[in-house]
């Protein structure tokens, strides 16, 4: 009887832990979905007047204006564009944890979305003196289905972290893939002459807020959330992503991705401005 009781006392115990350890558990998620409710909301309310600042500048810088307040305008123009991209990547950030970001496939065209990244961060790289090219293989489907946004904004963010963070060089945007029946497993390369990522460093590279070798970058802006998300949103799109790195020649960030495809046309010769 005395074993028994002692069972039974031990077997109640270890339920009123579990059920204690189960609200403790509940209670943090809560919590968690109560801060990634209220940096969410913080964001988008912070974002509205930020656009209206972007924008009203913007009609400033349209104006004649002498050099040096023209000197101040652009100055805001980039503080703002700045701003405006923490904000976004803070809202994607709380989207993710929060269980909010959703994945939207369509159908879309790889060239046109190769354009688009190519377009804008073209601009950014010559900006910087660095030469900038995309290969793509020419026998890659066209027409694809999956979320081009999302891929939009992946390549985006690599290619503007390779941009940031190499002095001088090139940054390569390599497009390739591997297909069997109708699902395309889409290869993306960037590569960078940049300062490179020490061994050791690199499985701390997705974590939130993770700026590595803070002493050596403390001059380029960042929040350290852009590889967080880039490597949540390719989990959710059931993509994968590789860093090879030489500390002080530079780094290659590989992703994979799975897309349907819906047009087995050729990409063809990849021509930016075409
Ligand atoms: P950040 O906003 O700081 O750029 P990320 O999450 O995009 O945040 O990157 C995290 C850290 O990884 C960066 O702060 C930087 O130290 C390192 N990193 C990212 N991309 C590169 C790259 N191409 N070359 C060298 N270091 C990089």
Do not use: W
């Not at 289905?145 to 002095?167: V, W």
């Amino acid at each position: 009887f005395a074993c028994l009781s002692i069972y039974l006392l031990m077997a109640q115990t270890s339920v009123a832990e579990t059920e204690e350890l189960r609200e403790a558990r509940q209670a943090a998620d809560a919590a968690n979905q109560a801060k990634s409710q209220f940096l969410a909301n913080m964001s988008h309310e912070i974002r509205t007047p930020i656009n209206a600042i972007s924008g009203m500048n913007e009609m400033i810088l349209r104006q004649e204006l002498p050099a040096e307040v023209r000197k101040y305008a652009s100055n805001i123009k980039s503080a703002t564009a700045a701003l405006l991209t923490i904000i976004n990547e803070i809202l994607d950030f709380s989207k993710i944890e929060s269980g909010h970001m959703e994945i939207v496939p369509t159908d879309y065209q790889l060239a046109q979305v190769l354009r688009e990244v190519g377009t804008l961060v073209g601009v950014r790289a010559h900006a910087k003196n660095l030469a900038f090219k995309i290969h793509v293989d020419p026998y890659l489907p066209n027409g694809l289905y999956g979320d081009a946004g999302r891929l939009r904004q992946i390549l985006i963010n690599l290619l503007n972290n390779a941009i940031k963070y190499t002095p001088s060089g090139s940054v390569t945007l390599d497009i390739s893939g591997q297909r069997s029946a109708s699902t395309l497993r889409l290869r993306a390369a960037v590569t960078d002459t940049g300062i490179g990522i020490r061994e050791e460093d690199r499985a701390r590279l997705f974590h939130v807020f993770e700026r590595l070798d803070i002493k050596r970058n403390c001059q380029i802006e960042g929040t350290g959330l852009g590889l967080a998300i880039t490597h949540r949103l390719l989990n959710m799109m059931k993509g994968t992503i590789q860093v090879d790195s030489t500390y002080g020649e530079g780094s290659t960030f590989t992703i994979e991705l799975p897309q349907e495809v819906h047009s087995f046309d050729p990409i063809g010769v990849f021509n930016l401005n075409a």
